[in-house]
């Protein structure tokens, strides 16, 4: 899977992705990112991309055309034109299932918004998805866009080792995860589930389903009513 990031600060991203699991994934060629500086586009002499807004106000505005040269760019480059995701406060929030939707993507494209945002007319003209991370208000895209290709990511297959630990773990059927122990059996007293060392794998089983629904039912009963 191939994504391309529109941002103004493409370090953030390379750093921020090229470590850990992700980092091994593009190593492996799983996995492609590339970061594409919208600065790099302008036509403006001085490499500005931002611009007071019309109507007056507080900040700047990300002007259209840089935003523009560069998906230009990019969809020229790779002969098509995937889905564009703009990072914003004002998206659909982001879960698991936007998450499945997206990895069936062979290229995505996402844009980083900084400023006080981005002129609304090259969003008209480019973008299919508006997604957010939360309901809380970050200084600019790149970290939504980094949490939002880690998850994607790990649902590439070869990603992550286990090719099953995707699957079961939290938010699998919209049920958190059980508890898990590993050694010692004991730690400052406190011992780990005697049915985990049973080797009864029907009853492990079914232990772990009911602390999987418990959980949820004391965490995050949300879960549980949107199914
Ligand atoms: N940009 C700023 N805040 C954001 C958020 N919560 N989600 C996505 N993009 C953002």
Request: aromatic share 8%.
């Amino acid at each position: 899977m191939n994504f391309h990031v529109m941002t103004l600060f493409p370090e953030m991203i390379m750093q921020g992705l090229g470590t850990s699991i992700t980092g091994r994934a593009m190593q492996k060629k799983l996995i492609q990112i590339e970061a594409v500086n919208i600065r790099d586009y302008t036509l403006e002499k001085h490499g500005q991309v931002d611009d007071y807004p019309y109507g007056g106000g507080a900040g700047m505005v990300m002007q259209a055309e840089p935003i523009y040269r560069t998906w230009e760019s990019i969809t020229n480059r790779i002969g098509k034109q995937p889905r564009v995701v703009y990072m914003t406060p004002q998206g659909s929030v982001f879960n698991q299932s936007m998450a499945e939707d997206f990895a069936k993507e062979e290229d995505l494209i996402i844009l980083c918004g900084h400023y006080e945002g981005v002129d609304e007319r090259v969003l008209d003209m480019i973008v299919t998805d508006h997604v957010s991370i939360g309901d809380y208000v970050l200084t600019g895209g790149e970290l939504p866009a980094m949490v939002m290709i880690d998850c994607i990511s790990r649902l590439v297959p070869g990603v992550l080792n286990n090719n099953d630990s995707a699957e079961f773990e939290s938010f699998h059927e919209n049920l958190l995860e059980y508890p898990q122990y590993t050694r010692p059996e004991e730690f400052m007293g406190r011992r780990v589930p005697d049915i985990l060392l049973s080797g009864h794998h029907a009853n492990i089983e079914k232990w772990r389903h009911e602390q999987s629904v418990k959980r949820t039912m004391e965490r995050r009963p949300d879960l549980l009513q949107e199914k």
